[in-house]
T-cell receptor, first 112, second 115 residues
Framework: SQTIHQWPATLVQPVGSPLSLECTVE??????LYWYRQAAGRGLQLLFYSVGIGQISSEVPQNLSASRPQDRQFILSSKKLLLSDSGFYLCAGGGGLDYGYTFGSGTRLTVV | AQKITQTQPGMFVQEKEAVTLDCTYDTSDPSYGLFWYKQPSSGEMIFLIYQGSYDQQNATEGRYSLNFQKARKSANLVISASQLGDSAMYFC????????????FGAGTRLFVKA
């Protein structure tokens, strides 16, 4: 079965600082991978998805970028964080045609 | 455009009773999947149940069942015999079956189970 590893669990960063969140996958090869952001008390917003190494699709124009340097590694980055980048970031792996995603445990980012 | 609507921000249910969480969706794609996820206060997202757009029968997984009414574009989650541990946020979601299998989520319903 698929396991998504995500770290750190919490992060407090000053405005204007860089960001790098890493997500790694265990138990499957060539998964579809997704980055979501969840504002407090809200639903999940899809930020990026990747169907393979080096293949990134952006869903929402913003201050963030994503990369997939290896099959089981998906990275979310920013060169300069904004206050509006605060939120709960979740990495997910595709679960197949008749199964849901597997999610990582999430990173709670607070930009101060 | 695809859309998921959950109109119940919060719901209360007595322990051991059944509860229905509402979800409607909109899509022009003939092939899609519908999902329910549970998010406890810890923040993790847990997949509960799946219904395919071509499935004739409603999906069931233990105490969870999905009441799929395709013509009405609704996919309500029914939780039978509620337990205190069912208290959480519940999200309805829809995935298109092309172009990356992206999933969109509704705003969620917070369920409170009373002892």
């Amino acid at each position: 079965s698929q396991t998504i590893h995500q770290w750190p669990a919490t992060l407090v960063q000053p405005v204007g600082s860089p960001l790098s969140l890493e997500c790694t996958v265990e138990g499957t090869s060539n998964p579809n991978l997704y980055w979501y952001r969840q504002a407090a008390g809200r639903g999940l917003q899809l930020l990026f998805y990747s169907v393979g190494i080096g293949q990134i699709s952006s869903e929402v124009p913003q201050n963030l970028s994503a990369s997939r340097p290896q099959d089981r590694q998906f990275i979310l980055s920013s060169k300069k964080l904004l206050l509006s980048d605060s939120g709960f970031y979740l990495c997910a792996g595709g679960g197949g045609l008749d199964y849901g995603y597997t999610f990582g445990s999430g990173t709670r980012l607070t930009v101060v | 455009a695809q859309k998921i609507t959950q109109t119940q921000p919060g719901m209360f249910v007595q322990e051991k009773e059944a509860v229905t969480l509402d979800c409607t969706y909109d899509t022009s794609d003939p092939s899609y999947g519908l999902f329910w996820y549970k998010q406890p206060s810890s923040g993790e997202m847990i997949f509960l149940i799946y219904q395919g757009s071509y499935d004739q029968q409603n999906a069931t997984e233990g105490r969870y069942s999905l009441n799929f009414q395709k013509a009405r574009k609704s996919a309500n989650l029914v939780i039978s015999a509620s337990q205190l541990g069912d208290s959480a946020m519940y999200f309805c979601a829809m995935r298109n079956n092309t172009g990356g299998f992206k999933t969109i989520f509704g705003a969620g319903t917070r369920l409170f189970v009373k002892a």
